[in-house]
C-alpha cells in the first residue's frame, strides 16, 4: 500500500513490538542504510516512528499509540486478510477444486502495486475442461480475487492428473509452486503428486 523505501521500513516496524537500530530495520526491509537515513527522520517528524537514543545508536519503534501508526498496523495485516478472504472464495467453488494454490509474489510476501496474483486452479479429473459450471465458478473466484486485491489474477488451470505429470517436472513455474505455493482450498501440490503418479 505504501510504497517503495517508506512502505518497506514501515512494514518491517509495524511487525515488530521491540525497538530496533537503524541497521537492522534497514537490513530486514531490504533497503540500504543510506536510504532509510533519508526516509526514517520524516517520518520521525511525522509522529509515526519513535526514535530512542541509546548511545551509541538510536532505536525505532512504530508509534502505536499514533493514529498513523495503528493504520499501519491494521495495513500490515492486509496480506494474511487477502489469503483467508480468497479461501473462503475458493471454498464456494462449484466443483469444489482438487486443488487452489496461490504463489508467485502474492505467497512470497514481495509483491508491488502491479503484480500479478498467480493462481493454479487444479480441476477434479471427472470434471472436463470444457465443464459449464466449473468454468462460470472459476470466473466468479477471479472477478472476486481481482476486486479484493486490486491485481489481475494470472491463472493455471490443469486436471488432477495433468497437475501430477507438471509438479514431478523442472520447469521453473511448477518448482515455484511447490516450493512457495500457500493452498487456498484443496490438496497441497506435493501430495496431488503423489496421488495422481503414474
Known amino acids: 500500500m505504501i510504497p517503495g523505501a517508506r512502505g518497506r521500513l514501515l512494514g518491517v516496524l509495524a511487525?515488530?513490538?521491540?525497538?530496533?537500530?537503524?541497521?537492522?530495520?534497514?537490513?530486514?526491509?531490504?533497503?540500504?542504510?543510506?536510504?532509510?537515513?533519508?526516509?526514517?527522520?520524516?517520518?520521525?517528524?511525522?509522529?509515526?516512528?519513535?526514535?530512542?537514543?541509546?548511545?551509541?545508536?538510536?532505536?525505532?519503534?512504530?508509534?502505536?499509540?499514533?493514529?498513523?501508526?495503528?493504520?499501519?498496523?491494521e495495513l500490515s495485516g492486509l496480506g494474511s486478510a487477502l489469503l483467508d478472504a480468497l479461501a473462503r472464495a475458493g471454498r464456494e467453488l462449484d466443483p469444489?477444486?482438487?486443488?487452489?494454490?496461490?504463489?508467485?509474489?502474492?505467497?512470497?510476501?514481495?509483491?508491488?502495486?502491479?503484480?500479478?496474483?498467480?493462481?493454479?486452479?487444479?480441476?477434479?479429473?471427472?470434471v472436463p475442461e470444457d465443464d459449464d459450471r466449473w468454468a462460470a465458478s472459476v470466473a466468479r473466484w477471479v472477478s472476486r480475487a481481482e476486486r479484493l486485491s486490486g491485481n489481475p489474477v494470472n491463472?493455471?488451470?490443469?486436471?488432477?492428473?495433468?497437475?501430477?505429470s507438471f509438479l514431478r517436472s523442472r520447469r521453473p513455474v511448477w518448482r515455484a509452486v511447490v516450493r512457495e505455493g500457500i493452498v487456498l482450498a484443496g490438496r497441497s501440490p506435493s501430495d496431488l503428486g503423489r496421488t495422481h503418479s503414474a
Do not use: K
Open 155 to 164: 491463472r493455471i488451470e490443469v486436471s488432477a492428473p495433468e497437475a501430477a
Open 15 to 73: 511487525r515488530t513490538t521491540e525497538p530496533l537500530n537503524l541497521r537492522t530495520v534497514a537490513r530486514l526491509a531490504g533497503v540500504s542504510p543510506a536510504q532509510a537515513v533519508r526516509v526514517l527522520p520524516g517520518l520521525v517528524a511525522l509522529g509515526i516512528v519513535e526514535r530512542r537514543e541509546v548511545p551509541p545508536s538510536s532505536l525505532l519503534l512504530l508509534a502505536r499509540g499514533n493514529l498513523a501508526g495503528r493504520l499501519i498496523v
Open 96 to 126: 469444489p477444486p482438487e486443488s487452489l494454490v496461490i504463489f508467485g509474489s502474492f505467497a512470497r510476501g514481495d509483491a508491488v502495486a502491479g503484480s500479478d496474483l498467480d493462481v493454479l486452479f487444479v480441476r477434479p479429473a471427472t
